[in-house]
């Protein structure tokens, strides 16, 4: 073998080499690709789908009837509470407790409010009580989980 032979076959194995690698980078630069579209698809269904239930539970909310005349009387309801908790607890993964907890309780350092069923009946918390033809009841703290 001469010594030009032996350069060329050294250079088509560097080619060979350099396409094999070429290759495997763009394989994993289209599985990269591929997944971070799916990603993306995924999210957007699941805010599209969030979307929707939100505009049925609004457009809902219409055909409740009125507990007084508008404006002059007062009522409360918790619908719109209820609803942000859905949304957080779908959009974060974790539950309203938890949420509250970690970004509303913590960082105000009210480390004394409860928040969840379990706490309620930990010992140095008020309990709860019903008035009954004058008589003060203690309400089963289990009604509350």
């Known amino acids: 073998m001469t010594i030009i032979t032996i350069i060329i076959k050294g250079i088509i194995i560097i080619a060979v080499v350099v396409i094999?690698?070429?290759?495997?980078?763009?394989?994993?630069?289209?599985?990269?690709?591929?997944?971070?579209?799916v990603?993306?698809?995924?999210?957007?269904?699941?805010?599209?789908?969030?979307?929707?239930?939100?505009?049925?539970f609004v457009y809902q909310l219409k055909h409740l009837p009125l507990l007084g005349v508008f404006r002059?009387?007062?009522?409360?309801?918790?619908?719109?509470?209820?609803?942000?908790?859905y949304v957080g607890e779908k959009i974060?993964?974790?539950t309203w407790e938890k949420l509250m907890r970690t970004h509303l309780l913590?960082?105000?350092?009210?480390s004394s409010t409860?928040?969840?069923a379990d706490d309620v009946t930990a010992p140095g918390?008020?309990?709860?009580?019903?008035?009954?033809?004058?008589?003060l009841k203690e309400i089963n703290s289990k009604l509350f989980k």
């Open 114 to 116: 409860v928040v969840e």
């Open 72 to 85: 002059d009387d007062f009522s409360f309801n918790q619908f719109i509470y209820t609803l942000a908790a």
């Open 92 to 94: 974060t993964g974790t």
């Open 39 to 56: 990603v993306v698809v995924v999210v957007v269904v699941v805010i599209i789908i969030m979307i929707i239930i939100i505009i049925i």
């Open 125 to 135: 918390f008020a309990r709860s009580y019903v008035s009954e033809q004058g008589l």
């Open 20 to 37: 094999v690698v070429a290759v495997e980078v763009v394989v994993v630069v289209v599985v990269v690709v591929v997944v971070v579209v």
């Open 106 to 110: 913590d960082r105000l350092l009210m």
